[in-house]
């Protein structure tokens, strides 16, 4: 396969296995009469220092994407949160978040997504981001521009921090970085902007970026999964991706703050500044 290589089709086979995942959450997810649903999501506390969740939909979603993904391209490596193979380095790289805002949907909350990015020789190629409470969809294909339900998306083209709202995270640390993140909060709100949003799905705040109604989202630590895809969407809708001290973006990175240019030179210094401080 080279770079000629049919993207279209990619796409497709990506938007499949979101539909496939999202018709998971979507039927696994409260309503308000209480019908059709198996409910109260059976929870389990991944990592008991902190507060980082797994349900079962997160586990049943995953199925769901790979399967499709596998039996389009068998050969094709996975890079999944909830335990398909950690592979990072390969020629055909899937990366796939299989329900982003575990919390939110936990709690009953309409705002979460499936996220899945296809990298090819190390960049990523096609992006999507998928609601499926909503039936939203956010999606990207390198040097093509990106989308919000078939309509082409940028970022805002506001000039100022006083200008925008600023989409934020706290991953699930309740230490440090989560002291380096409310003193970041601090700063940004004494340059008047005009709030902080923290929505629980990280792959959502950085389309809220590139459909510009974010000025600018930051997070100290995020996963390959929570980045990968939406971070192709901001690029492709004229925004900058980098980590949260600047440096460029990898699969490894650990945070990321993504921004219009304008809006990203005057944030970078407050969020380095803090990351700094706390010793992230
Ligand atoms: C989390 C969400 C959240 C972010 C966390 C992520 P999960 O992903 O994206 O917004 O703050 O850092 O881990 O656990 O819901 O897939
Ligand atoms: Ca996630
Ligand atoms: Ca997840």
């Known amino acids: 396969m080279t770079d000629e290589h049919d993207w279209e089709a990619t796409a497709g086979v990506a938007r499949r296995a979101a539909q496939a995942g999202g018709r998971i959450i979507a039927s696994s997810f409260p309503t308000p ?4 649903v198996d409910h109260e999501p059976r929870l389990r506390i991944k990592d008991h220092k902190s507060y980082n969740l797994v349900t079962e939909t997160d586990e049943a979603s995953e199925a769901a ?12 490596a996975i890079l999944a949160e909830e335990g398909h193979a950690r592979t990072s380095d390969a020629e055909h790289l899937w990366i796939i978040d299989p329900l982003d805002g575990t919390n939110n949907f936990a709690h009953g909350i309409e705002h979460c997504a499936v996220s899945i990015a296809y990298r090819y020789r190390g960049a990523t190629r096609v992006a999507v981001v998928h609601n499926p409470l909503r039936d939203d969809w956010y999606e990207a294909r390198q040097g093509q521009g990106a989308t919000w339900n078939g309509w082409p998306i ?3 083209d506001a000039a100022s921090l006083d200008e925008v ?9 309740r230490g440090r970085m989560m002291q380096a993140t409310l003193a970041a909060i601090g700063d940004l709100f004494a340059k008047q902007i005009h709030g902080i949003r923290r929505f629980g799905t990280a792959a959502l ?3 809220f970026v590139a459909s510009g109604r974010f000025g ?4 100290y630590r995020l996963a390959p999964w929570d980045f990968a895809a939406g971070s192709l969407i901001v690029e492709e809708a004229g925004g900058v991706v980098t980590r949260a001290d600047g440096r460029a973006l990898t699969l490894d990175a650990g945070s990321v703050l993504a921004a219009p240019r304008a809006i990203y ?13 706390f010793g992230l």
């Not at 009469?33 to 059709?36: E, I, L, N, R, V």
């Not at 709202?165 to 640390?173: E, K, N, R, W």
């Not at 030179?265 to 700094?276: E, G, S, T, W």
């Open 205 to 207: 705040d950085l389309c």
């Open 33 to 36: 009469d209480g019908t059709g």
């Open 65 to 76: 994407i790979v399967a499709v993904i596998q039996d389009a391209f068998p050969d094709h």
């Open 154 to 156: 940028h970022v805002t």
């Open 265 to 277: 030179d005057q944030i970078l210094p407050v969020i380095q500044a803090r990351m700094h401080e």
């Open 216 to 219: 600018a989202f930051f997070e």
């Open 165 to 173: 709202l600023v989409g934020v995270g706290f991953y699930y640390d």
